[in-house]
């Protein structure tokens, strides 16, 4: 990203730190609810883009709404999703790049905190951004962010030095403002406290742009949106010239539809649901506002029967009569029999006959049902462009919306499961051309690793399937084991083999499939292991506790309990590891010993059996 906004992995430890004395983030969500309130907009779904620790996210979060993080530095998102885990909240956190983000779905507004845009150091790039702001928002919303003004970059920071001393942290920032490129360099250079009393050094060296007001008005007008406003931060007085840091708000047109997309938008039939149109030209049906607020529509897992067919009688053969000729009955008359014409007939009775099947009926009925039920999933789902980095062809992926995702419940190795449609079904991309398969967002390969693939996996590929849009768990583990595959092909880290072999685990337990679910668990815990000990990166967005209880997890899941009980000790201890993660390991721990008590009891008189 664009001006070292990929914070290292000890300026993210610290961030909070340095920013708790010049932001207080529960003001500046007050303020960005009255920009709601002087807008008319009543959001649902907000995403925080360069969401860094997640502070704001977080207290958006605990008032109600539905955040989405996205942020382009692993460890930013490791330290925003302890906190969020920490206080119990359901927040989606995403591992991308501001100028090149992808959502599931739509979004109510886009905010963009703490000078995060300055970073953007070229006009193309922030375009993108605009870009994509004005795609994901629905029509009505705003994208709104604050700026470093020019005069804060030139004048206040610009040239000057600042330090703070402190018993934990440190530092001394240098700067230095260049008028021709309106380029400002922070050089920092930070004094952090160790556990044993002494100081680690570490630098950084970052670099914002100066932009000025009349470029995000010509922005926010060559990229679609309605209007533009600006006012002094926190305020909504006008900008003076020695206002340091400026607050926009850009408003898409509420008839306006996304850039790209068909003009064609209709109703429903569905109540609550309105066809808009969709993701870069793809139809795409949104949730409104007041249903999301109730949890979305909700779709049953059973069928129920026709109650014609429990409460009428059905006609019963008579096999007596009709062996005897039509020879006359004597039976009660049914008034509301439509039938009943006809008893003088000798016909018996006819109480409960259909004039059609109603086994047809019944049949219609759950096929009727069936099809509304997949209809419904398939609303949550749209088709996202994968472009290969292998062959360069396109392929349209299945991925779900991030507006229908519905938790119900969360395993203690961190499985989410979801009300259908699980995103796990869908967290590979793949191409159907040249047979490369990864992660989503995990698509860059060098030269070499391109060739690996031609060499080993693309010479011999035949793919002659057409995949249904919605995903099976069969055809998930069959995709996902060609990721597995290609990541041994390509040399990836054994971390990244892991989490594909993990959940792979957990797609054999959504099949119900023990034994395989123990063969890949077992395999995902070799990799993290290994990537444990030897890879110094932040893995699947886990800090270090939280791979160490999921390491811990894993050795109980494969039936290792006395390595898992070490592995749970060790986050307990560890003085540094967060509130959340310790109680997780203590109610782990508390299990894993009583079934090791409970199998010790029972040794005796198993060695009793065996010996007759």
Same mark, same amino acid.
């Given at each position: 990203m664009?001006?070292?906004?990929?914070y290292?992995?000890m300026?993210a430890?610290?961030y909070d730190s340095?920013?708790?004395?010049?932001?207080s983030?529960?003001?500046?969500?007050d303020?960005?609810?009255?920009?709601?309130k002087?807008?008319?907009l009543?959001?649902?779904l907000?995403l925080?883009?360069g969401?860094?620790?997640g502070?704001?996210s977080i207290e958006?979060?605990?008032?109600g709404y539905?955040m989405?993080?996205v942020d382009?530095s692993?460890?930013?998102?490791s330290?925003?999703?302890a906190?969020?885990?920490?206080?119990g909240?359901?927040?989606?956190f995403?591992?991308?790049?501001?100028?090149?983000?992808?959502?599931?779905?739509?979004?109510?507004?886009?905010?963009?905190a703490?000078?995060?845009?300055?970073?953007?150091l070229?006009?193309?790039t922030?375009?993108?951004?605009?870009?994509?702001?004005n795609?994901y928002?629905?029509?009505?919303?705003?994208?709104m962010?604050?700026?470093?003004?020019?005069?804060?970059?030139?004048?206040?920071l610009g040239?000057n030095v600042f330090y703070?001393i402190?018993?934990?942290?440190?530092?001394?920032w240098?700067?230095?403002?260049?008028d021709?490129?309106?380029?400002?360099?922070?050089d920092?250079?930070?004094f952090?406290k160790?556990?044993?009393?002494?100081?680690?050094?570490f630098d950084?060296?970052?670099?914002q742009?100066?932009i000025?007001?009349r470029?995000i008005f010509?922005l926010?007008k060559?990229y679609?949106?309605?209007?533009c406003?600006?006012?002094?931060?926190?305020?909504?007085?006008?900008?003076?010239?020695?206002t340091?840091r400026i607050?926009?708000?850009n408003?898409?047109?509420k008839?306006?539809?996304?850039?790209n997309?068909?003009e064609?938008?209709?109703k429903?039939k569905y109540?609550g649901l309105?066809e808009q149109?969709g993701?870069?030209?793809?139809g795409?049906l949104?949730e409104?506002?007041?249903?999301?607020?109730?949890?979305?529509?909700?779709?049953?897992s059973?069928?129920?029967e026709?109650?014609?067919l429990?409460?009428?009688?059905?006609?019963?053969?008579?096999?007596?009569?009709r062996?005897q000729?039509g020879q006359a009955?004597?039976?009660?008359?049914?008034?509301?029999?439509?039938?009943?014409?006809?008893?003088s007939?000798?016909?018996?009775s006819?109480?409960g006959?259909?004039?059609y099947?109603?086994?047809?009926?019944?049949?219609?009925?759950?096929?009727?049902?069936s099809?509304n039920?997949?209809?419904?999933i398939?609303?949550?789902l749209?088709e996202?462009?994968?472009?290969?980095p292998?062959?360069? $062809?396109? %392929?349209?992926?299945?991925?779900? *919306?991030?507006s229908?995702?519905?938790? !119900? =419940? /969360?395993d203690s190795?961190f499985?989410?499961?979801?009300k259908?449609?699980?995103?796990l079904?869908?967290?590979i991309?793949?191409?159907?051309?040249?047979?490369f398969?990864?992660?989503q967002? $995990?698509s %860059?390969?060098?030269?070499?690793? *391109?060739?690996?693939v031609r060499?080993? !996996? =693309? /010479?011999?590929?035949?793919f002659d399937?057409?995949y249904p849009?919605?995903?099976?768990?069969d055809?998930?583990i069959?995709?996902h084991?060609?990721?597995?595959f290609?990541?041994?092909?390509?040399?990836?880290?054994?971390?990244a083999?892991?989490?594909?072999?993990l959940?792979?685990?957990?797609?054999?337990?959504?099949?119900g499939?023990?034994?395989?679910e123990?063969?890949f668990?077992s395999?995902?815990?070799e990799?993290?292991?290994?990537?444990?000990?030897?890879?110094?990166?932040a893995?699947?967005?886990?800090?270090?506790?939280?791979?160490?209880?999921?390491i811990?997890?894993?050795?109980?899941?494969?039936?290792?309990?006395?390595?898992?009980?070490?592995?749970?000790?060790?986050?307990?201890?560890?003085?540094n590891?967060?509130f959340?993660?310790?109680?997780?390991a203590?109610?782990?721990?508390?299990?894993?010993?009583?079934?090791l008590?409970?199998?010790?009891?029972?040794?005796?008189a198993?060695?009793?059996?065996?010996?007759?």
């Open positions: 664009e001006g070292n906004l990929v290292s992995g300026f430890k610290v340095l920013m708790a004395g010049g932001v983030y529960p003001d500046y969500a303020y960005v609810e009255r920009i709601f002087a807008s008319e009543s959001p649902r907000i925080d883009l969401c860094g620790t502070s704001l958006m979060a605990k008032r539905e989405i993080g382009n692993v460890h930013m998102l330290e925003a999703r906190k969020a885990l920490d206080l909240l359901d927040i989606m995403l591992h991308q790049d501001m100028a090149e983000f992808e959502l599931f779905g739509t979004v109510d507004s886009i905010i963009s703490t000078d995060s845009l300055n970073y953007i070229s006009q193309e922030l375009g993108k951004v605009f870009k994509l702001a795609i928002l629905n029509p009505g919303g705003i994208f962010f604050d700026l470093n003004s020019g005069y804060k970059l030139k004048t206040v040239d703070e402190s018993e934990d942290v440190s530092y001394v240098q700067n230095s403002y260049d021709e490129t309106g380029l400002c360099r922070f920092l250079t930070f952090v160790n556990p044993d009393d002494a100081y680690d050094r950084e060296i970052h670099t742009r100066s000025s007001s470029n010509s926010s060559g679609g949106f309605e209007s406003a600006e006012y002094e931060h926190m305020s909504f007085n006008k900008p003076k010239v020695n340091e607050f926009y708000v408003k898409k047109s008839g306006s539809q996304s850039l997309m068909s064609q938008s209709k429903s109540t309105q149109s993701m870069r030209g793809q795409e949104r409104q506002s007041e249903l999301r607020g109730q949890g979305g529509l909700h779709v049953q059973g069928l129920q026709q109650s014609e429990h409460g009428q009688g059905r006609l019963h053969e008579q096999d007596e009569l062996g000729g009955v004597d039976f009660t008359q049914n008034s509301d029999d439509v039938f009943k014409e006809l008893y007939f000798g016909i018996a006819t109480s006959v259909s004039i099947d109603n086994k047809q009926k019944e049949k219609k009925t759950i096929m009727d049902q099809i039920a997949e209809t419904m398939k609303r949550s749209y996202k462009t994968f472009i290969c292998v062959c360069r $062809k396109e %392929s349209k992926l299945p991925t779900v *919306k991030s229908s995702l519905r938790i !119900i =419940s /969360r190795d499985m989410v499961n979801y259908d449609p699980s995103p079904l869908y967290f991309s793949f191409c159907r051309f040249c047979g398969a990864a992660q967002g $995990k %860059s390969l060098t030269e070499n690793q *391109k060739k690996a060499d080993r !996996i =693309s /010479r011999c590929w035949k399937k057409a849009m919605i995903y099976t768990p055809i998930a069959e995709i084991k060609l990721a597995l290609n990541a041994v092909v390509i040399g990836a880290k054994e971390s083999r892991a989490i594909i072999s959940h792979i685990g957990w797609l054999y337990r959504m099949k499939d023990e034994e395989n123990k063969i668990l395999t995902a815990l990799g993290l292991s290994f990537a444990y000990e030897n890879e110094t990166a893995i699947a967005g886990l800090d270090k506790n939280s791979l160490q209880y999921l811990g997890d894993l050795h109980r899941r494969t039936g290792k309990l006395e390595d898992a009980l070490k592995w749970y000790r060790t986050v307990m201890i560890d003085r590891a967060k959340a993660i310790k109680e997780m203590r109610e782990q721990r508390d299990l894993v010993t009583e079934q008590n409970k199998t010790e009891q029972e040794q005796p198993i060695e009793m059996v065996k010996r007759g």
